[in-house]
């Protein structure tokens, strides 16, 4: 059977409105922002970024194999007579031209997922459950802004049966332009929690600034809301004044339209029995955490919303596995027994990381073994910011964690709100606790990284790979 190309060159050129240089192929089966992972006949858009110039990678990228690269007018000098080029007056806006003419060509039912935590593992949740019944296109890793966007609609094949992408924001007015863009069927809204406080007068703000997804919805659309969440009546008063023609709701309690009847809590699973849109339903999930189990009543509801097999959707759960940095566990060899490391490394907010120590509260440590906590600074939380991080000492004592290292100023108040028999270590950066995490651990132990990107802590993360892959164990013990 021969292969559906993803864009003819007449169809891309159109939509961008572009000019074409050079012996071009005929079409092109992926897109492509990065000279260094281009596969065979992919299109090369070469977006001018915060700190390089993709323009500086054309010539790279074309030898690496790109069929073609998009360049801007400006920049079309540079380049030789004969290259294989389309022509555009912006790189960006050509993208954004391109993941507009794609959505229009979709047929798929199209989701959204934003929120002040969860976005990305619901998004993953959502790819699972759904690709089980059909092809599915949806957001690699955290593409969730300006260009994330835009490229996760171009790269989508027009054959898919259901897309999903996830929606970011840190200011105000971001999430508009984005999901004029998807125009999704189903939106779903995690919660609403303290996080990019630095650019918001109020977590009312941010609620605010997560409901413009609901701005982009299409005509008998649906929003799927945490009824749990203060800001539930909020968002579905939004909803509503957007057009948005349903409003299913997610939680615990009696009214939730996906209710959660019962939970079972495990080391590295969790088991759950639930009421979704009329549907009684138990099912288990791959992956360990109350915050995930709730997230899944969001997954299964939006999927029923999009025509999927509520059973099939379920059962797909269990397979479900953490990413690396967002809870990814991997045994650390350490001489004369093993650790396990849960790796949080990837960002950091005050629900995040006190749902990260509730798992670690969860995990099974060896004989003699403890829970460790390695955190560094939140950032983004404005004038609230050294009150939130003290507030973290709640959630370490119920959570039994033994000992935390913390690093930056900001975990500096969390680190004096602790018992003096819980206060590991601090440091001013993650450079500076590395050693001395990698000196702390002993058999039986399981340790937790979390902290914004900007702390580095998969530094850390790093450190204790190379320190107790099982040779650098056997090296240790042998000396």
């Known amino acids: 059977m021969t292969k559906t190309p993803l864009w003819t060159i007449d169809a891309m050129a159109r939509a961008m409105g572009a000019a074409p240089s050079g012996a071009l192929p005929l079409s092109i089966d992926g897109i492509s922002i990065d000279s260094r992972t281009i596969a065979p006949g992919d299109a090369y858009f070469a977006i001018k970024g915060d700190v390089h110039d993709g323009h500086d990678f054309v010539e790279t990228a074309l030898k690496n194999g790109a069929g073609l690269a998009v360049v801007s007018q400006a920049q079309r000098v540079t380049f030789a007579a004969n290259a294989r080029l389309l022509v555009v007056p912006d790189v960006l806006e050509g993208l954004v031209a391109l993941g507009r003419a794609s959505r229009t060509r979709l047929t798929a039912k199209v989701l959204a997922v934003t929120g002040s935590v969860g976005k990305t593992s619901t998004k993953e949740a959502l790819l699972r459950v759904l690709s089980a019944q059909g092809m599915t296109h949806a957001s690699v890793a955290s593409f969730n ?41 189903i939106a779903v809204v995690t919660t609403v929690e303290p996080v990019h406080l630095e650019f918001f007068a109020s977590v009312e703000a941010i609620a605010d600034a997560k409901a413009e997804i609901f701005t982009g919805v299409e005509p008998g659309g649906a929003a799927v809301l945490n009824a749990d969440n203060p800001h539930f009546a909020r968002l579905a008063k939004q909803a509503t004044a957007a057009g948005v023609s349903r409003i299913v709701s997610f939680g615990t309690g009696e009214g939730a339209d996906a209710r959660l009847i019962d939970l079972s809590l495990h080391a590295e ?10 549907d009684d339903i138990t099912y288990k999930i791959g ?51 093993t650790a396990t490391l849960i790796d949080e490394s990837y960002n950091a907010n005050p629900a995040s990381v006190a749902a990260a120590l509730n798992v670690l509260g969860q995990a099974a440590v060896g004989p003699r073994g403890r829970r460790i906590a390695v955190l560094g600074d939140m950032l983004e939380l404005g004038t609230k910011s050294a009150e939130l991080h003290r507030g973290l000492a709640d959630a370490v004592t119920s959570n039994n964690v033994d000992k935390v290292y913390c690093c930056g100023p900001l975990m500096r108040h969390l680190f004096d709100a602790l018992p003096s028999n819980v206060q590991g270590a601090h440091a001013s950066d993650s450079v500076g606790l590395e050693s001395v995490t990698v000196g702390a651990l002993r058999p039986g132990d399981v340790v937790m990284v979390k902290g914004s990107l900007g702390s580095r802590m998969k530094l850390i993360v790093t450190a204790l790979q190379k320190n107790f892959s099982g040779d650098a164990a056997l090296g240790k013990a042998a000396t």
Do not use: Q, Y
């Open 145 to 185: 802004n300006h260009w994330g966007v835009p490229l996760t609609l171009a790269r989508c094949p027009a054959d898919s049966k259901f897309a999903v992408f996830e929606i970011g924001m840190n200011h105000p007015g971001e999430i508009i332009p984005l999901v004029g863009m998807v125009r999704p069927h």
């Open 269 to 278: 699973s969790s088991a759950v029995h639930a009421n979704v849109l009329g």
């Open 287 to 337: 992956m360990p955490g109350r915050h995930m189990a709730m997230n899944t009543l969001a997954v299964l509801a939006a999927a029923s919303l999009a025509g999927a097999d509520l059973t099939l959707a379920a059962l797909a759960l269990s397979e479900m596995r953490a990413p690396s940095g967002r809870g990814l566990r991997e045994t650390l060899h350490v001489p004369n027994g």
